[in-house]
């Protein structure tokens, strides 16, 4: 009961901040109607609740499946076991994500159909899961994490100068998209059941971080040769035309069948693998099992409220909001929102939730994750920012804000701490979940709605690619300013 409290207390300061920022702009500069406010308040009280019930299913049943999975696979010492295993389980996991079928979604929307929603969700999974193979084969072997990324980056980077400007923009948010509230917390268990099996204490610290940063760009490579092969027109869209319903609660009914659908098809293949596993290699006691069994439970039931909760009640409120504001005359409201909005917001993600308190366990309590958590909100405050900056600049492109800011992170690799590389490019996934992939990128397409010469697709997505690559910056920043720190204390963690 007392880690209940405590996670809802956490989750409940977390949303609160953006429930306050809508109902003042509400009362001054954005009235929105009042059917959607009353579902915008529902849509807070579901996420709160579910978060809460989410974060404490995660601790109980997904981190144990993914800690005993990812050593369980280690332990055979057969590369091509550890290569084959990673390649499915990223196929299963990515497949059944909330946060990628969202974003699928929206592009599906947008686009009128020319770019499937099922398109989008096999590519992208089948990205996901040969870099999380390659991931895990880098762990094993003890491959230079910040070798391995300035590599794959590389060929985004050859990759990128052939690829359509929408496409580079939905690769990017794909990227940010793929790694949200489920797949994070199961990559990095996965990750730390390898890693434990480390001899060294400081290597298998290190190695508990990257595998999610890693994965991550292979959705970015797979939609970029997917573009490459199918060589799309121009493509343009407009966001569909919502009336304000009074049938308040019929939007989330709406919703639940939908949601509860995407949830059982997110957590059967985690489920059906890890009963096969236990069958033929765990022999986990039984009341493990059941505990087990009851933490997917609960992640289930969480999940399904918080979806409900940010489709139902948020996404519309986001992209009126923008819309609103983008067409005020003073430009700079829009701009100013976006930082606050995208600075709050996070900490609202239950990704980060996961990361950041692994971040503290995993160093001991070296590295607070109250420390992370602010310095990721600036960072993915900055990036929203910097996104509706270029919504309002149509001639700004989203390369032109990718590339230095790519380059920035991979040179910044070799001076920060190999544990911050880690934790960056890991953030920088977990940075763009569900609230993330709703609330802001509706608000940035509210925004490009509103702006005149501004597209919906190429302007509109892009924004969780801006929110994916700060965070790399924000964090290895904050790992420099530990090594300066740590010269005449303990070199423990920056070593």
Request: glycine share 10%; proline share 4%.
């Amino acid at each position: 009961m007392t880690v209940i409290i405590s996670k809802f207390n956490e989750v409940l300061y977390s949303v609160l901040p953006i429930t306050v920022i809508v109902l003042l702009l509400h009362v001054t500069l954005t009235p929105v109607d009042t059917p959607l406010l009353i579902r915008f308040l529902i849509g807070a009280v579901s996420i709160i609740v579910g978060l809460t019930i989410f974060l404490v299913g995660v601790e109980v049943g997904i981190t144990p499946i993914g800690n005993t999975m990812g050593s369980t696979i280690a332990k055979t010492n057969k590369m091509y076991i550890v290569a084959i295993a990673g390649l499915i389980l990223g196929f299963i996991i990515s497949i059944a994500e909330p946060d990628l079928h969202i974003l699928a979604g929206q592009v599906d929307t947008v686009t009128l159909g020319l770019i499937p929603k099922s398109t989008i969700i096999v590519i992208v999974s089948v990205g996901i899961g040969a870099l999380l193979s390659i991931g895990l084969l880098r762990i094993v072997l003890n491959f230079p994490l910040h070798k391995l990324l300035a590599l794959l980056y590389g060929i985004v980077l050859i990759l990128g100068l052939f690829t359509s400007p929408e496409f580079l923009a939905i690769s990017f948010d794909a990227s940010g998209a793929t790694t949200g509230a489920l797949t994070v917390p199961f990559i990095l268990a996965l990750a730390m059941g390898v890693a434990k099996l480390k001899k060294h204490s400081q290597e298998s610290e290190e190695d508990s971080f990257g595998l999610v940063g890693i994965a991550s760009v292979g959705a970015i490579i797979s939609v970029m040769i997917m573009s490459i092969i199918s060589k799309p027109g121009e493509i343009t869209g407009s966001l569909p035309q919502e009336t304000a319903s009074t049938a308040i609660l019929q939007a989330f009914m709406d919703k639940l069948p939908f949601v509860t659908g995407e949830v059982t098809m997110s957590l059967l293949p985690i489920i059906i693998t890890f009963l096969i596993f236990q069958r033929i290699a765990f022999k986990l006691p039984k009341r493990n099992v059941r505990r087990i069994i009851f933490g997917t439970v609960y992640t289930f039931l969480g999940l399904v409220l918080f979806l409900v909760g940010v489709n139902a009640g948020f996404m519309d409120v986001g992209s009126a909001v923008g819309y609103k504001m983008a067409s005020l005359d003073n430009k700079a409201y829009v701009i100013v929102l976006g930082f606050v909005l995208g600075f709050v917001t996070i900490l609202a993600e239950p990704a980060v939730y996961v990361l950041t308190h692994q971040i503290e366990d995993v160093t001991s309590g070296y590295v607070k994750r109250s420390v992370v958590l602010i310095t990721l909100s600036i960072g993915v405050g900055v990036a929203v920012a910097l996104s509706v900056i270029r919504i309002l600049i149509p001639d700004l492109q989203l390369w032109q804000y990718l590339l230095p800011g790519y380059m920035i992170a991979l040179i910044m690799m070799y001076f920060a701490p190999p544990l911050f590389v880690g934790i960056a490019f890991d953030s920088g996934g977990v940075a763009s979940g569900p609230m993330t992939a709703t609330f802001i990128l509706a608000y940035a397409q509210g925004v490009a709605e509103a702006i005149e010469g501004a597209s919906v697709v190429t302007e509109g997505f892009g924004m969780i690619a801006m929110v994916a690559m700060t965070p790399l910056i924000a964090l290895q920043i904050l790992g420099l300013v530990f090594k300066l720190k740590s010269k005449k204390g303990d070199m423990r963690v920056v070593e």
